[in-house]
C-alpha cells in the first residue's frame, strides 16, 4: 500500500501492478458470496483501497482502464451496495462500499473517459446511488464526495444519476443541515460535498425539473438564509463562521448554475424567495474583519459569495414574468437603486463595482416593455440614479487615466448603465423625461475616452431613441447642448451658432473616429441620430437649425450609411469640424470601396429618406451631397439593378462595391451573390435621384449616360405592387410630392425580443445582430399612393 505520491508515481510506472490488480479482482470475481468468504472479503477491501490509492496517480487511470479493470471495480461495487442495511446505522459490508466508492472517485478524477466506461456499465447508477440512503455517515461522506468526480461535466453519467434518484437523496441529506453543527463531525462533513455533487446533477435541464418538482429550490434558499444568519450574528465562534461560509459558497455556487433558467427565475419569485438574496447583499456581517487579499484553501470570502448572490438576482429580474411583476414592488426597485450607489466616492469603490453593476442590470432588464418603462421613470424615478452613476463613473475613468485595472470596475458599470438607459429610452412616453435629466450631455461626455468603442456604440443607441417620434426638446439639446425652456415645437426656437462641442459636434467627431477605425456599427448608428434629426426638422418645417446641420458636417456621414464607403478626410478637419469642400482640396477619398459589413439595407433606406428631405428643405444643399458622387453614383444604381435578370450583366459589369453584404433584411432578398432591394427602397433611390437631377447640371451630364437605359429597361419590366403594410423598410417618400410628405412611421417600437441590459452591455454585436437591431427598430410604411412606375417617370422626365 503507497503511503505517499512518490510511492504511487512508482507503482504507476510498473505495467506488472496492473495485472496483479486486474488478476485479483477476477479471482474475487469468482467469488459467488463475500458475505460469507471472510478471507475473500478482507481481500476485496484491500485490493478496492490499493486501486483508490494507485489511482490517484494521473498516468495510473489511463493504465487501469486499459487493463480493463474499470468494470471488475464496478462490479465489486455493485456487489457491495447489496448489502446495504438503511434501518441499521452501520453494516460490516459498508467498508467495501467505501472503498469501491474511493475507487471509482478517484479513477475519475480529471479523466472523461472512465466516466464514459462507468456509466455504460449495467446498473452503475443505481448502484453510485445506493449509499446515499445509508445511515452510516462516514459512508454518507464518501459517496457525496465520490459523486462529485464521477458526475463532473458529463451530461450522460448526470442524466442516468438523476433518473435513479440521486437528486432526491441529495436534497435529503441536505435537509438535515441545521443552523448549529451536528455532533457527528461525519455528517457534516458530507454536506459540502451533496453541495457539490447537486451542483453537477443541476446542469441538465432534467435535474433543475427535478429540483423545482422536490421543492428544492426552497430548501436551498431556506438554507442561505439561515447560514447568513448564522453568519451576521454578533456572537459567533471561528469554526461556527467558517461552517456558515463553506455552505454560503457552495449554495451561491448551485443559485448561479440554475439562475438561467426561466422557470427558477420565476420560482424566485412566487415562493417569495427573493428577499432571502436581497438581504444577503444588503446584510453584510459587521463583526468581521475586512477579507483579506490572499484567502487559503480552507478560508471563504463573503464579499466574492454576495458578488455572485447579486448575479442571481439580475438573473431573476430577466424573467418576463417577473418583468411585469418586480415594478409594481416600490421596496424592491429602491432596492436595486441603493446598489447602484454602493461603494461610491468611497475606499470600497471597486470592491463594490459589481453590486453597482447588477443594480444597473437589474433595472434594465425590467425596462423591457413600454408598461415597466413609464413605471421605472414616472414612479421610481430611476433616472437620476442612472445619470449620477455615469457623472460619478466618468470622474473616476479621468481620475484613473491610463490605468486600465483601474478603470476596469468603472467600464463595467458603465455598459451595465448605457444598457439600462438602451432599454428605457425604447418607451416613447419616458423619452421627454429622460432627456430633460440631462442623460443625452452624460451620455455624450463618455465619447471623450476613445478606448470604449463598444460602450459608445450602446451610446449611440440611447441617442437615437431619445431623438426618435415626435420629441423636439431632445433633439434640440442634441444638436445645441442646451435646455429647450417653454416651446411647441422644434420651429419655435432659435438655432444658436453650431458648436464642435455641442452633443452634435461630438457625435460627428465620433464617426469620423470610428470611420478611421473602419468601425460599422458605431457609423451606420450615429448615421440613424442624424436621420431621426433631420425627420424632426422636416417635421416641424425647423429649416433655421439646417445652417448648424451643415456647418458640423453631418452630410457625409448619411452619404455614408447609404454607400457603405469609407469617406474620409484629414485629422485636421476632422478637429474643427469644417465643412468638406472638393475632393482635391481636404483630401477626401469618396470613391473608397466598402467591406461585405458595411453596407445593411434598412440602414441604406433611412439614409436615402434623409438626404432626399435634406434638399427638399434646403435645394441649395444638393451640391454638398453631389459631390460624393463616385460612391454615390454606383450605390443609386445598383439598388435600382437589383433583382432585374435585364440589368444583372450590367450590374456585374459595373461591380459596384455598395452590394456585398449577404444578410437578409426585411423585404430585401438575396439573388447569387447580389441583394434584391425592395421596391419601397427603388422608389426612394427614385425620389432623391429627382431631387438631385433637378437641381444639379453637373451631376446630370455626369449619371445620365448610366442610369437612363436603367431607367428605360425598368420601366418595360414588371414589378410587384408597393406592399404598404410592410414593416422594417424605412421611411419611404411620397412621389407625387417629392420629398415634401413622409408618413410619419408609428412609435411602438416593438419589443419583441428585446435584449437583456446585460446582453447590451456586452461588447460588440455581431454582424447578425447589428442587421437584426436595425430591422427591429425601423417601422415606417410606404404611401399607398406610390407606384415605382411613376418614380421612374419622375427620374426619366429630369433627364436629357
Not at 434629426?533 to 447609404?562: E, G, H, M, S, Y
Not at 478637429?575 to 469642400?581: A, E, I
Request: charged share 25%; aromatic share 4%; glycine share 6%.
Amino acid at each position: 500500500m503507497p503511503k505517499d505520491e512518490a510511492a504511487r508515481d512508482a507503482l504507476a510506472q510498473q505495467a506488472g501492478v496492473f495485472r496483479f490488480l486486474k488478476e485479483t479482482l477476477d479471482s474475487i470475481a469468482a467469488e459467488p458470496d463475500l458475505a460469507e468468504s471472510s478471507k475473500h472479503f478482507q481481500l476485496a477491501v484491500m485490493v478496492a483501497k490499493l486501486v483508490a490509492e494507485v489511482a490517484k496517480s494521473e498516468p495510473a487511470r489511463q493504465a487501469f482502464a486499459d487493463a480493463q479493470g474499470i468494470p471488475l471495480v464496478m462490479d465489486l461495487h455493485r456487489r457491495s451496495v447489496q448489502h446495504l442495511a438503511a434501518e441499521q446505522d452501520e453494516h460490516y459490508m459498508d467498508a467495501l462500499t467505501t472503498q469501491t466508492m474511493r475507487a471509482l472517485a478517484n479513477l475519475c478524477f480529471d479523466h472523461e473517459g472512465n466516466r464514459d466506461i462507468i456509466v455504460e456499465l449495467p446498473d452503475a447508477a443505481s448502484s453510485l446511488v445506493a449509499p446515499l440512503s445509508s445511515r452510516n455517515t462516514a459512508l454518507l461522506h464518501t459517496a457525496c464526495g465520490a459523486l462529485v468526480n464521477i458526475s463532473m461535466d458529463n451530461e450522460t453519467m448526470q442524466t442516468a444519476l438523476l433518473n435513479a434518484g440521486a437528486l432526491v437523496r441529495l436534497l435529503d441529506v441536505l435537509g438535515k443541515a441545521g443552523a448549529t453543527p451536528s455532533s457527528d463531525e461525519r455528517l457534516e462533513a458530507a454536506f459540502p460535498a451533496a453541495i457539490r455533487a447537486l451542483s453537477n446533477l443541476l446542469e441538465p435541464e432534467l435535474g433543475i425539473a427535478q429540483l423545482l418538482e422536490h421543492k428544492g429550490l426552497t430548501l436551498l434558499l431556506r438554507l442561505v438564509k439561515t447560514m447568513h444568519e448564522t453568519a451576521t450574528r454578533h456572537q459567533i465562534s471561528e469554526d461556527e463562521y467558517e461552517r456558515a461560509m463553506e455552505f454560503l459558497d457552495g449554495l451561491a455556487i448551485v443559485l448561479e448554475t440554475v439562475g438561467e433558467n426561466d422557470s427558477v427565475q420565476r420560482e424566485i419569485v412566487t415562493g417569495d424567495l427573493l428577499d432571502v438574496l436581497l438581504d444577503f447583499v444588503d446584510h453584510r456581517p459587521t463583526h468581521r474583519p475586512p477579507p483579506r487579499e490572499d484567502f487559503g484553501d480552507d478560508a471563504y470570502d463573503y464579499e466574492l459569495i454576495r458578488r455572485t448572490v447579486s448575479r442571481v438576482v439580475t438573473s431573476v429580474t430577466m424573467n418576463d414574468d417577473n418583468m411585469a411583476e418586480l415594478p409594481r414592488h416600490e421596496m424592491i426597485v429602491r432596492r436595486f437603486l441603493v446598489w447602484m450607489s454602493s461603494g461610491l466616492n468611497t475606499s470600497t469603490h471597486k470592491e463594490e463595482e459589481e453590486i453597482r453593476m447588477s443594480g444597473a442590470l437589474c433595472i434594465g432588464n425590467l425596462a423591457r416593455s413600454d408598461a415597466t418603462c413609464k413605471m421605472l421613470v414616472e414612479k421610481h424615478n430611476v433616472g437620476p440614479a442612472l445619470v449620477s452613476l455615469i457623472k460619478l463613473e466618468a470622474e473616476r475613468l479621468r481620475a484613473v487615466s491610463g490605468a486600465r485595472d483601474e478603470a476596469k470596475s468603472s467600464i463595467k458599470v458603465l455598459h451595465a448603465v448605457i444598457g439600462a438607459l438602451k432599454n428605457l429610452s425604447l418607451a416613447p412616453t419616458v423619452r421627454p423625461v429622460l432627456g430633460s435629466l440631462g442623460i443625452i450631455e452624460r451620455v455624450v461626455s463618455l465619447f471623450e475616452f476613445e478606448h470604449l468603442k463598444p460602450l459608445h456604440y450602446g451610446c449611440i443607441g440611447v441617442l437615437k431613441n431619445l431623438c426618435a417620434g415626435e420629441n423636439d426638446g431632445n433633439v434640440y439639446r442634441m444638436m445645441t447642448g442646451m435646455a429647450p425652456g417653454e416651446f411647441k415645437t422644434l420651429a419655435d426656437l432659435q438655432a444658436p451658432n453650431s458648436s464642435p462641442t455641442s452633443p452634435l459636434g461630438r457625435l460627428i467627431t465620433l464617426i469620423w473616429r470610428a470611420t478611421g477605425d473602419n468601425d460599422t456599427g458605431i457609423r451606420n448608428e450615429g448615421g440613424r441620430v442624424l436621420a431621426n434629426i433631420v425627420r424632426a426638422i422636416n417635421r416641424t418645417k425647423a429649416v433655421q437649425f439646417l445652417p448648424l446641420f451643415f456647418d458640423l458636417n453631418c452630410i457625409a456621414p448619411l452619404v455614408q450609411i447609404v454607400t457603405g464607403a469609407l469617406l474620409t478626410k484629414t485629422a485636421q478637419s476632422a478637429d474643427d469640424g469644417g465643412d468638406m469642400d472638393m475632393e482635391d482640396e481636404h483630401h477626401v477619398h469618396f470613391d473608397a470601396l466598402p467591406s461585405e459589413t458595411q453596407v445593411f439595407p434598412l440602414v441604406q433606406n433611412e439614409g436615402l429618406v434623409s438626404l432626399t428631405l435634406i434638399c427638399t428643405l434646403s435645394p441649395p444643399a444638393t451640391s454638398k451631397i453631389v459631390r460624393y458622387y463616385s460612391s454615390l453614383a454606383p450605390t443609386l444604381l445598383t439598388i435600382l439593378r437589383s433583382g432585374v435578370p435585364e440589368l444583372q450583366d450590367d450590374a456585374q459589369a459595373s461591380a459596384s462595391p455598395s452590394v456585398l453584404t449577404k444578410e437578409r433584411g426585411a423585404r430585401t432578398s438575396i439573388v447569387g451573390e447580389q441583394l434584391t432591394y425592395s421596391i419601397q427602397t427603388k422608389i426612394n433611390v427614385c425620389l432623391f435621384l429627382k431631387t438631385l437631377l433637378s437641381n444639379e447640371s453637373e451631376f446630370v451630364s455626369k449619371i445620365a449616360p448610366e442610369l437612363k437605359p436603367v431607367v428605360r429597361t425598368l420601366l418595360d419590366v414588371s414589378h410587384p405592387p408597393v406592399d404598404p403594410s410592410a414593416s422594417g423598410t424605412g421611411a419611404e417618400l411620397s412621389a407625387s410630392t417629392g420629398a415634401s410628405h413622409i408618413m410619419r412611421r408609428p412609435d411602438n417600437i416593438a419589443r419583441t425580443n428585446t435584449r437583456s441590459a446585460k446582453s447590451l452591455s456586452d461588447a460588440m454585436p455581431s454582424r447578425r445582430e447589428l442587421q437584426s437591431h436595425f430591422q427591429m427598430s425601423l417601422e415606417d410604411i410606404t404611401d399607398p399612393n406610390v407606384s415605382f412606375k411613376e418614380a421612374l417617370k419622375l427620374v426619366l422626365g429630369c433627364l436629357p
